[in-house]
């Protein structure tokens, strides 16, 4: 798989940088598993999810929050869409699609209950632990979340301490796609506030990690103190337009 095709030379030697969000995209193909970053439509790469769109690329197994978030300027998020649309056929997140006013998000719903879209619901804090754990290296986790109900079904259980413990295995993706405010050349990440959300941990738990961002710097560019995900867990980086963050400067 590529990791490079399309990337800039900086002023001071190879980067990371892609000249445009398709460029950047290069290699994700039908039957990945892609994670996407954001929260309630903070810190979503939707020039990266409206890129894929129009790439067609199907049979995604899309990792995410859920396929609900409102887009940066209201309205839906390119995930709703994309989900919609039958790239996706499953969908593994904590809330896949609202239930309340749901004419918005029918069609997934319906995609959903016809069989032609797979839904895992898995909550926040295991997935959480889940990634960290495939971008750690290690083969899963032992939480002692869900013992006694159906995310103990068909798992391993050991008692640490007295506690029973469900085994939930890592999750490493072929791609994630998350947004972050500032990058430099080599792919170190500043987050803003809360845009933060589940972008750094899905960074660590991908073959290929994408960044999307307002603004690039050279080396040497961004304070260490405020790099929150270093560029060794980011591949490739493009700058967009997208208004996702006002306060991002």
Known sequence: M????????????????????????????????????????????????????????????CICQGA???????????????????????????????????SEWAPIEERW?????????????ILA?????????????????GVGGRFQDGREVRQFDGQDHVFHPAIHADFALIRAAVADVVGNLVFDGAHRNWNPVMAMAATVTIAEVDEIREL???????????GIFVNRVVQTLSPACESWK
């Open 2 to 61: 590529s990791q490079n095709t399309g990337a800039s030379q900086g002023s001071k030697g190879p980067t990371k940088v892609f000249p445009s969000p398709e460029a950047a995209l290069d290699g994700l193909a039908d039957g990945h598993v892609v994670l996407v970053g954001g929260f309630d439509g903070l810190g979503s790469p939707e020039a990266l999810i409206k890129a894929l769109s129009v790439r067609g690329i199907g049979n995604l197994t």
């Open 220 to 230: 040497g560019g961004l304070d260490p103190e405020l790099v929150i995900s270093p």
């Open 68 to 102: 609900w978030m409102p887009g940066p300027q209201g309205g839906n998020s390119g995930l709703v869409q994309l989900a919609a649309s039958g790239l996706i056929s499953k969908l593994m997140a904590p809330l896949p699609f609202q239930t309340v006013d749901s």
């Open 113 to 125: 209950k016809s069989g032609l879209l797979e839904i895992e619901t898995v909550p926040q804090g």
């Open 129 to 145: 632990e889940r990634l960290r754990a495939g971008g750690s290296g290690l083969g899963g986790v032992f939480l002692p979340t």
